[in-house]
């Protein structure tokens, strides 16, 4: 009987593994980033192609709406559209597809809540980026457990930053000496805190 026990919890746990490797397999696809068409369309386009492929969200300049639909982004003029913000909550974007972000001159907001595969790799390349440095102004990371502290001072570098919001990050150990860290670098910013 022990036995039988075994073999059935074999078989459940190789069924569910076979199941998270499949979707981590697709979600790698979809985060591949197409080089040719980012320069076919643009990069506005092309990463807010990827952004929707992905289940996030983008908000145009002008628009007040959330673009979610990957069939009803607007066409037209190649450039015309620009993103001003990206809800990433729960959405499957991964370090893999950050270079898609390279390009985009005119991003004011970001939103990771619930995003599982974002990891202090992903906070250190989007900080990286000169033209966030430059435009990004308003960010939150919410419930992304594989966000430490070294991902959040990695932040220090996005300059015009103005709000963080922060919240259910369980790997967040140090949070005064981070926030003090990043208020030092950037002392125009507001971090909202609800870690507790």
């Known amino acids: 009987m022990r036995l039988l026990s075994r073999a059935v919890q074999s078989a459940v746990f190789q069924r569910e593994w076979s199941r998270r490797h499949f979707w981590g397999w697709l979600n790698a696809v979809f985060n591949k980033v197409d080089y040719e ?74 939103k990771f809540n619930k995003s599982i595969y974002i990891e202090d790799i992903c906070l250190e390349r989007l900080s990286s980026i000169d033209n966030l440095q430059e435009s990004l102004k308003t960010m939150e990371v919410v419930s992304c457990g594989n966000v430490t502290d070294k991902g959040l001072i990695a932040l220090h570098r996005l300059k015009n930053l103005e709000h963080l919001f922060l919240s259910d990050l369980p790997g967040i150990k140090d949070r005064q000496t981070t926030v003090d860290r990043l208020q030092t670098a950037l002392p125009r910013l507001d971090v909202s805190l609800d870690l507790d």
Not at 41 to 46: F, I, N, S, T
């Open 37 to 110: 068409r980012i320069k076919a369309v643009g990069p506005d386009r092309a990463a807010a192609e990827w952004l929707l492929r992905c289940g996030a969200k983008v908000r145009f300049q002008g628009f007040d709406r959330w673009q979610h639909d990957y069939n009803g982004l607007p066409t037209g003029v190649l450039g015309k559209y620009k993103i001003q913000a990206i809800d990433a909550t729960e959405s499957c974007i991964m370090y893999r597809g950050f270079d898609h972000l390279d390009g985009l001159e005119h991003v004011e907001e970001i």
